[in-house]
C-alpha cells in the first residue's frame, strides 16, 4: 500500500450494515487484498477524523454455481476483503447519514 487512499475501496451498505451503524456503532467497508488492520485503521482515522476502537477483517469467498449442461463450476462473483469498524461512543462516519 502506498497511499491511505487505496485501503478503502467503497462502503458496503445493506440490511445488515444498516443496523450495525445504527444499534452497534459499527461500519462496513470493502478493502483492498493486502490491506492489514493497522492499514484500514489508520485509513478511517485519517480520512474521517474518528478513533478506531476496534477493526474485524473478513475473507468473504467467491460466489460459485454449476452450469448446467456440462455441470462445471464457473466463479459468479469474485471474492473479497471486508472489514467491519467499530467506533467510539458517540461518533458516526459522515457518508452512513443518509441511509439510517
Known amino acids: 500500500m ?3 487512499y487505496e485501503v478503502l475501496r467503497r462502503p ?6 444498516n443496523y450495525q451503524s445504527s444499534k452497534l456503532n459499527q461500519y462496513t467497508f470493502e478493502v483492498a487484498g493486502s490491506a492489514t488492520r493497522t492499514l484500514v485503521k489508520d485509513a478511517i482515522e485519517r480520512l474521517f477524523d474518528v478513533k ?16 448446467a449442461r ?10 473479497y476483503k ?19
Not at 458496503?12 to 450494515?17: A, M, Y
Request: glycine share 8%; aromatic share 2%; charged share 25%.
Open 2 to 4: 502506498t497511499t491511505i
Open 12 to 17: 458496503l451498505v445493506t440490511e445488515k450494515t
Open 52 to 67: 478506531v476502537v476496534n477493526v474485524n477483517i473478513i475473507n468473504t469467498p467467491a460466489k460459485r454455481g454449476r452450469r
Open 70 to 79: 456440462s455441470r462445471r463450476l464457473l466463479v459468479r462473483r469474485a471474492g
Open 82 to 100: 471486508k472489514a467491519i469498524i467499530t467506533l467510539e461512543a458517540g461518533q458516526t462516519l459522515s457518508i452512513f447519514e443518509g441511509v439510517q
